[in-house]
């Protein structure tokens, strides 16, 4: 079956780097070149992942999926500036990332909320560090409570909210800082399959009306291919990217469930990536 635009791996070529490094006005929220990481030295040594080449367009929702311990979180973490990669470049909106930065913002699968402090002192917290003004910091925190539905609970204290909750709040946290660039690491595995559903749902609005580049791991193709309009798959040991397709939606327009589920090109996808996943998982087992 042919999808339009599939790009094989091999297509992120030297030139498409230089293109997009020499290009001043730069369309790139991401540029991960030719990345490597390992962790430990000597015998202990391990790879977490070689070569990954990886370009994010402004804008663009990329799912990335695979196996446990193909490198998925390392690679959010070098993006995010937590690690410095052991080879290769990050270039997050044609800077060089050599630490975090409030032009990232960070999901994490549990949530990282300070319990003592009320919904709204979480999302405020990072534009108080960025020394932003009362009045600003309210300003912004008042926008996103509304964006994302928690207005009710501002002042309530994050672990009295449901789990559901607390993920939106965290997603709330990471948008206050105005990131160019936001990263979430299975944010929504830990939920039930209900509070999923909306939470997928909420992000799409949410990415819709604010048109922030996301880069969001999965260990779910259904949930890959119904939020993303690209897939990145990742194979294991060592961690490698197998597969970069664009995902061949009918109409942007219309991200409902219902024409999800019935688009059979969007379910021949899924297949197709599942099927990749499963024959490199053997083959490297
Ligand atoms: N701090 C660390 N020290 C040593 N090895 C590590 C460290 N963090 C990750 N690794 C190794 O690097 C590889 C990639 O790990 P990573 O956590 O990025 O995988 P993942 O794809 O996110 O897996 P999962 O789906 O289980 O979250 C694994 O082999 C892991 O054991
Ligand atoms: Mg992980």
Request: charged share 20%.
């Amino acid at each position: 079956m042919n999808y339009p635009n599939p790009t094989s791996v091999q297509n992120f070529s030297d030139s498409a780097y230089s293109a997009s490094t020499a290009d001043a006005s730069n369309d790139w929220a991401i540029e991960a070149i030719n990345v490597s990481h390992r962790f430990g030295v000597g015998r202990g040594q391990r790879i977490a992942f070689a070569n990954v080449n990886l370009t994010v367009k402004k804008g663009e929702f990329i799912s990335i999926v695979g196996p446990s311990g193909c490198g998925k979180s390392t690679l959010l973490n070098l993006i995010v500036g937590f690690q410095r990669p052991s080879t290769g470049q990050i270039i997050v909106d044609g800077k060089r990332v050599v630490g975090p930065g409030a032009d990232r913002g960070m999901v994490f699968q549990k949530h990282c909320l300070f319990p003592w402090m009320s919904v709204r002192a979480n999302i405020e917290f990072g534009p108080r560090m960025s020394g932003i003004n009362q009045s600003e910091r309210r300003k912004i925190a008042d926008e996103i409570l509304e964006l994302v539905g928690l207005r009710d609970v501002a002042k309530n204290a994050t672990y009295e909210l449901s789990g559901g909750m607390q993920q939106r709040a965290a997603i709330e946290r990471a948008l206050a800082n105005r990131p160019k660039v936001l990263l979430m690491d299975e944010p929504f595995s830990a939920l039930d399959a209900f509070t999923r559903e909306r939470l997928q749902d909420e992000l799409i609005s949410l990415w819709t009306r604010t048109n922030t580049s996301i880069l969001f791991v999965t260990h779910s193709v259904d949930e890959a291919v119904y939020l993303g309009t690209r897939i990145v798959a990742m194979k294991a040991h060592p961690g490698e990217v197998i597969l970069d397709v664009q995902v061949p939606r009918n109409n942007d327009q219309d991200r409902s469930r219902e024409s999800y589920q019935k688009d059979l090109q969007l379910q021949s996808l899924k297949e197709q990536i599942s099927i990749s996943l499963r024959t490199t998982a053997f083959r490297t087992a």
